[in-house]
């Protein structure tokens, strides 16, 4: 996984829960790299996943929780670093509808060896969208996440829920995102 999901995972855990929080779920979780990211780094997703687990644990927090919570600041970030991927966009769900035939060709520009999920459009009217979420990682929760953020970023409230629906050798959840 791209470095940079880990480095805005730690800011987040320190603007959220304070540095002790962070500092306790680096230090306790066993990592490949003792903790130390780079935005340019890769990373093995068991380092993710054993960070949140930790901090789960610490915090009596659920995981998919803390992982939603992530997904919805990871937005943010994303638009102020670049800001371009929202240009021509007047809609949460028309973006979230366009994220594999805009949004991920652009990111693999930047990031060629990117590992990312896909995302299969079943339907789009006026105020619903329908997507699968496809991927070898079970991060459906952080899919939810970042298309709540997308909600925030436009200033309209989503409701959004999904289903797994196949689970080998991939990862499919269906959402259904309501505006």
């Known amino acids: 996984m791209k470095g940079m999901v880990f480095t805005e995972l730690v800011e987040f855990i320190e603007n ?3 540095y002790e929080a962070a500092d306790a779920m680096i230090e306790k979780s066993i990592l490949s790299t003792d903790g130390i990211f780079t935005q340019a780094g890769n990373y093995p997703f068991s380092d993710l996943l054993a960070m949140v687990i930790t901090l ?3 915090l009596n927090v659920p995981v998919e929780t803390l992982i939603e919570a992530y997904g919805r600041h990871l937005f943010k970030r994303i638009v102020a670093l670049y800001p371009p991927i929202t240009y021509g966009f007047d809609s949460p ?8 035939t805009f949004i991920h060709p652009e990111v693999l520009k930047l990031y060629p060896d990117a590992d990312l999920p896909s995302f299969k459009l079943i339907s789009l009217v006026e105020n619903e969208l329908i997507i699968d979420y ?9 899919a939810k996440g970042l298309a709540l953020g997308c909600g ?3 200033k309209q409230d989503l409701i959004a ?4 629906i196949e689970e080998t050798p991939k990862i499919r959840a269906r959402f259904k995102i309501t505006a």
Request: glycine fraction near 4%; proline fraction near 7%; charged fraction near 20%.
């Open 161 to 164: 829920t999904y289903e797994i």
């Open 93 to 100: 769900l028309k973006f979230i509808a366009q994220v594999d």
């Open 152 to 154: 925030d970023f436009f």
């Open 56 to 58: 789960s644990q610490e």
């Open 16 to 18: 959220t829960f304070g």
């Open 134 to 142: 496809i991927s070898s990682k079970p991060l459906a929760p952080l």
